[in-house]
């Protein structure tokens, strides 16, 4: 009853307080390199060990040998001689049941200077190597097992579909009865050809329903010359799974299944959800629907130009400046919804024609010309009066 995370030096520390220790050597699972939860821990003296166990049994569960909170199961260890005996008196010996297949991690191993690696290139050598040395490393999380019925493909051209690719193995299953519930070539979204398909990512993934057909499929395509390329190989291999995501993805599918349900008693019409691969197959028929736009950049009550021809004399929009200034002195009403015109303040009319350009600048200058004349008329005895040039 070791904690999986206990060293062999928490445990030397806590029975060297009892007695002298020789060693001590947890025992590990060499499949997944974990702790088992039980070690070996010998004395100088058999004194000490037995000393160890008479506390053990003698105190209760609360105060006996407890390490990071649990508590340890005590006895004396049998020697080789012994185990060996036990083992030959067991007439059946119980088979190890593997729960997570890891027996299925080999199929579809290739190693170098085997009759299988010949005539495989040297990138097809490297990229197996690595995706096995990944393999390794996944398998050491107990979430994660083999599957039986799905099949990971590797080097695959970036002209095969999800078609193509059911086909293919299809046939290789070599039974007009095999079934396949998934076939799927992984494509980057991001990434679009001139005709608007996503690229191709070179891996894809098929399931079939029977483990005798996906494995007879994996060994027919596996490193098959014949299929693509004799220098860029198919590499085929059992997928892994995580079972914590199964999990949560068989939680999602009964919560869907069950709104549904309640929606069909209900009356209420199924709601129905679109897929990207739904919309990247609209892309690549041409029927992609109109996309949907953001935040919309004004706030407030709409008014068009086309709904004000009811409401108002004037519908045309103003393009010149002066009546744009004018119309920035409309103001809209929004209990009535209709646009009133704010009183603008007009000036006298001129002899000149009105909106003439040079109106404003000529009443400037002799505006100018008086106030210059009127100084240069007063003497030297009256004092200058301050005045602006354009009053």
Known sequence: NIPFDAQEEDVTELFGKHGKVNYCKLVIDP????????????????TEAEKCLEKNSNEDGVNGFMLNGRKLHLSMALSKEEAEKLKKDKKEPKEKKDKRN?????????????????????????????????????????????SPTRLSVHNLPTSVDNKKLRELFWKAAGDDKAKIIEARVM????????????????????????????????????????IYEPIKRPIVEFSLE??????????????????LNEEGASGKKPMITKTKFETAAKIM?????????????????????????????????????????????????SDARVVQPMKVKTKKKSGKRKGAPGDDFDRMVQNYQKSKLSRTRQ????????SKWFE
């Open 285 to 333: 028929d041409g029927t992609k629907e109109k996309v949907r736009k953001g935040m919309p950049s004004h706030m407030g009550p709409k008014v068009r130009w086309r709904d004000r021809k009811n409401k108002l004399p004037v519908a045309k929009k103003p393009k010149d400046k002066m009546s744009r200034e004018k119309s920035r002195g409309m103001k809209m009403n």
């Open 379 to 386: 003497t030297k005895k009256v004092k200058k009066t301050k």
């Open 31 to 46: 499949s997944t390199e974990h702790s088992r939860g039980c070690a070996f821990v010998k004395f100088r003296s058999s």
């Open 102 to 146: 890891l027996y299925l991690a080999r199929e579809g191993m290739i190693r170098p200077g085997t009759k299988a690696a010949e005539g495989v290139s040297k990138g097809d050598m490297m990229k197996r190597f690595k995706m096995e040395k990944v393999k390794r490393q996944k398998l050491q999380n107990l979430n994660i097992f083999v």
């Open 187 to 226: 494509r980057d979204m991001g990434r679009v050809n001139s005709r608007g398909v996503p690229k191709s990512l070179g891996y894809a993934f098929i399931e079939f329903t029977e483990h005798e057909h996906a494995l007879k499929a994996l060994r027919h395509v596996n490193n098959n010359p014949e």
């Open 242 to 259: 995580n079972k914590l995501a199964l999990q949560v993805k068989e939680r999602r599918k009964q919560k869907v299944s069950a709104k």
